[in-house]
Structure formats: C-alpha cells, structure tokens
C-alpha cells in the first residue's frame, strides 16, 4: 500500500509538473501569437506605406515625364524660333541691301531702254539724211562696228531687264520663305510657300526634274514660316537621298525626279505629297520621322525632316480645339 501511495504521489508530482510547463507552453504561445500579430500588423503597415511610397514614386516619375516633355517641347520651340529669327534677320539684310540697288537698276532700264532707241533712231537718221559722212566718221563707225551696236544694244538692255527682274523674284521669294512680316498662325497660300522654297533651294534643283501637281486649294491657316522651314527640310532630304542612290549607282548617273502634290480631302483636310526616287527611309526608321531632331548623318550635317515642327503644332491646334 505504501509503495502505491508513493507512486501516486509521486503521479501526482510528475502532473503539477507538466501542468505548470503546459501552462508555461500556453503563455509562449500566446506571447508569440501576440508578437505574430504584432508583427504581421507592422509588417502590412511598412507594405502599405511601400505600397504608397511606390504610387508616389511612379506619381513623381509621371510628371517629371511630363515636364521633361514640355521641356523638350519648349526647348525645340525655342531652338526653331531662334532659327527662324536668325534666318529672319538675315534675310532681311539681304533683302535690303539687294532690294534697293536692283530696284534703283529695275526702275531704270526702262528709261535706258527708251534713251537707247533714241539713240539709235537718230544715229539712223543721221545715216539716212547723210549717207556719205566724212572719212573721219565712217572710221569711227567701222571702229565701234556701229551695226553690230545696233543690233546688241537692245538685247544687253533686255537680258539686264530679264536679270534684275530675276533678281526681284528671288528676294520676294526670300521674303515669303521666311514671312519676315507675319507673326503666328496666318492664312496663307501654301503653293507660293512651296514656290518660294524650290525658289531658294534651285541652286541644289539644277539636276533634278521637280514634278508639282497642285490642287485647288483654299487659304490655310497655319505659322507659314515654320511650315515653309518643313518643306525646306523635306526637300533638302529629297535631294540627299537621289544624290546618295546616284553615287551607288555604278553604269550611269540617277535622273532626279522630286515629286509635289497637294489635295483638299473631303473632310476639309489638306494633303502635301512630297516623293523622291532616291534611297528612300528605312522600315525601321518609320517611327522617328517625327522625332526633334533624328538624323542617319554624321553629327553637325544633318537637321532631321522637321516633321516635328507639324506634330507640335498639330497638338497645340488639337489642344485649343
């Protein structure tokens, strides 16, 4: 009896003990269930401010986007504006100091035209009423060959008359190029814009058949001297890409061939076609025609097409629209 006392006793011992370690086990349980939910709390509290950070990161990175945009936007405006400007002011000295000299020339062979015929009239008269004038005339007027002034004199004073007037038409060609007088969106007539401009590129058109198709077309409203710096660039690339294909080609010389064609659409939109038959743009290319900018030329050679002048102002007219 004594010996199963003890060990029930001894039962009993082993079980207070396991008891207080259970309940021991319990409190560590529930501390570490506390501190777990202690944990997982700040833990989705530092990923919802992750989170928000993150959303305010991509917030400031959109508008630093944005504003990198405007900038380039800007930047480009300025750059064009400058260039303009500059091109502006110098052919406004151009068109000065030609315009007056060639106008002082212009506005006198008419007078030189009529002082000549004179001339000629009465040295005439003076052959008819003495056609036997003394020696020392008649060697005079075979020195100086007086036939042959005759004949010459009226073709000099044409062919200057040809010239100045020549010269008058390239200055008013300048002058509609740059649009010196017009500031802003203006209506203009968009052929004389792209008459004005093969007119300052001839020089460079001397070898190159220029094939223009125009159509009725009505004032359009646009900035004349930025959309005339486009063409001015378009061409420009027109001639470099026939002159690149002829440089390639090994039997005989490209016939330059540059192609203008403009149409009013039904929806009241104006259309300009302008083809070469040089080496054309590559597919890959495609997509950064209308990049500021974008050149295939070596650096300081090439401008891009200048198409990015027409996008911005195409978003800027949408933009007040």
């Known amino acids: 009896m004594e010996s199963q006392d003890l060990q029930i006793q001894e039962l009993e011992k ?8 259970l309940e021991r086990s319990e409190k560590e349980r529930s501390q570490l269930e506390a501190d777990m939910a ?17 959303q305010n990161l991509e917030q400031r990175s959109h508008d630093l986007e944005i504003a990198l945009d405007s900038l380039n936007a800007m930047q480009l405006q300025l750059i064009q504006s400058e260039k303009m400007s500059a091109l502006g002011q110098t052919v406004a000295g151009i068109a000065h ?18 002082h000549s015929h004179n001339l000629l009239k009465l040295i005439n008269l003076y052959h008819d009423y003495f056609p036997e004038p003394p020696a020392e005339i008649c060697l005079e007027r075979q020195a100086i ?21 020549r010269i008058r038409d390239i200055v008013l060609a300048l002058r509609n190029f740059a ?15 792209i008459e004005s401009t093969l007119m300052v590129l001839q ?3 001397a070898n190159i058949q220029v094939i223009k ?44 061939i540059i192609s203008i064609q403009t149409e009013l659409r039904s929806n009241q939109q104006v259309a300009i076609s302008i083809a070469d038959n040089g080496v054309g743009i590559p597919t890959k290319l495609i997509d ?26 195409a978003t800027r007219t949408r933009g007040k629209s």
């Open 14 to 21: 082993t079980i207070r003990i396991l008891r207080k370690q």
């Open 203 to 205: 020089s460079k058109l």
């Open 97 to 114: 100091e030609i315009n007056n000299p060639i106008s002082f020339i212009y506005g006198n062979l008419s007078y030189l035209t009529e």
């Open 288 to 313: 950064k025609i209308f990049d500021a900018f974008f050149t295939t030329k070596e650096v300081g050679k090439g401008t891009g097409l200048g198409l990015a002048i027409c996008l911005r102002h």
């Open 179 to 193: 649009r010196l007088d017009e500031v802003g969106y203006k209506s203009v007539d968009i052929h004389a814009g």
């Open 145 to 165: 060959d007086i036939e042959f002034i005759e004949e010459d004199l009226p073709k000099i004073v044409k062919s200057m008359q040809v010239g100045s007037q």
């Open 213 to 256: 198709q125009y159509g009725e077309l009505p004032l359009i409203t646009c900035v004349a001297g930025d959309l005339n710096q486009v063409f001015m660039n378009i061409l420009l690339n027109a001639i470099d890409a026939i002159a690149q294909k002829s440089s390639a080609q090994t039997t005989q010389e490209l016939a330059g």
């Open 38 to 54: 202690t944990k997982e709390f700040l833990l989705k509290k530092v990923i919802a401010q992750l989170q928000e950070s993150q």
